[in-house]
């Protein structure tokens, strides 16, 4: 069983739409957790970190289940341009630095 | 802040030639780590430092992968000698002390190995 895992996707949705993302991994010692964004040819950049409460920036919320060991990202009013791969990131377990990154999930937002 | 700068952004090498990928983590950030993504298996992390220190290499897929740290401004990653496989995108990352936070990425170097 792979660490994280992701629905590859892709999802492709209108405009406007609102879209889901899950994400499981397997280790329950996991402390840290985050969703990244990549577009086509750059770099991984920060995108939120996931809290236990779960947590809301804009049109973005995230969400964690820790018992199901499960993490989630919503995007609501989906825009053009948020068209990229996400990626689910759960760091190694305990206090290590080490963070194990999901293959991603591609959306494509459709005008 | 410049970011995290790696060079060359793009190499391309003849199979068994040596390679080296150099990187400048952020200013303050105290680890760093090498990752390596190919469409078949995703980002994978190869090597990180602490401190400058090697903390775990694990993920190095051979002998022929080298990485230094000789101060924290500076890390380099060598593939000697260079394979068709090797052929990926390798980023470097940096990221401040506690586990709190996320990686900052440098842009990448786009390795293709001929």
């Known amino acids: 069983r792979k660490e994280v895992e992701q629905d590859p996707g892709p999802f492709n949705v209108p405009e406007g739409a609102t879209v889901a993302f899950n994400c499981t991994y397997s280790?329950?010692?996991?402390?840290?957790f985050f969703w990244y964004r990549q577009d086509c040819r750059k770099e991984p950049k920060l995108l939120m970190s996931v809290y236990s409460s779960g947590n809301e920036d804009g049109r973005f919320t995230a969400q964690l289940n820790r018992a199901s060991q499960y993490i989630s990202l919503l995007i609501r009013d989906s825009k053009l341009s948020d068209s990229a791969t996400y990626l689910c990131v759960v760091n190694k377990g305990g206090a290590t630095n080490k963070l194990i990154f999901g293959t991603g999930t591609l959306l494509a937002v459709q005008p | 802040d410049a970011g995290v700068i790696q060079s060359p952004r793009h190499e391309v090498t003849e199979m068994g030639q040596e390679v080296t990928l150099r990187c400048k983590p952020i200013?303050?950030?105290?680890?760093l780590f090498w990752y390596r993504q190919t469409m078949m298996r995703g980002l994978e992390l190869l090597i990180y430092f602490n401190n400058n220190v090697p903390i775990d290499d694990s993920g190095m897929p051979e002998d022929r992968f080298s990485a230094k740290m000789p101060n924290a401004s500076f890390s380099t990653l060598k593939i000697q000698p260079s394979e068709p496989r090797d052929s990926a995108v390798y980023f470097c990352?940096?990221?401040?002390?506690?586990?709190?936070?996320?990686?900052?990425f440098g842009s990448g170097t786009r390795l293709t190995v001929v």
């Open positions: 990352a940096s990221k401040p002390a506690g586990t709190g936070d996320g990686y900052t």
């Open positions: 280790n329950s010692a996991s402390q840290s």
């Open positions: 200013s303050g950030h105290n680890s």
